[in-house]
């Protein structure tokens, strides 16, 4: 995946995109698995999902206060407003707020 997207950083072109990234960790490490270890992969993974929103010329970025790993269920209303934002970019052909214009 790395070396499709430095062939190309902006697969999906302008085509609206909203990522939401959790922004707390999951409470404890795995068994086997020290906790400063389990800090490193949990900032990696984030900065992966930050950098996925780049996959769009026309994306947003929204970082879920309240949830953990599982968005859904803890913020089911942000996902919501993503997706009707998405749907409603895609008719009106607007950018979304976090975009490179």
Do not use: C
């Not at 020290?34 to 800090?39: R, V």
């Not at 010329?57 to 009707?84: C, K, M, R, W």
């Amino acid at each position: 995946m790395y070396v499709a997207r430095q062939a190309n950083p902006s697969a999906l072109g302008d085509k609206p995109f909203i990522v939401l990234v959790s922004s707390r960790n999951a409470d404890s490490a795995p068994s086997g698995v020290s906790e400063e270890a389990w800090k490193r992969l949990a900032e990696e993974k984030r900065q992966q999902k930050i950098g996925i929103a780049a996959l769009s010329t026309n994306h947003e970025l929204v970082f879920a206060q309240h949830s953990g790993y599982h968005i859904q269920p803890d913020e089911p209303e942000l996902v919501v407003d993503a997706i009707q934002r998405v749907v409603e970019s895609a008719r009106n052909h607007t950018k979304q707020s976090g975009s490179n214009q």
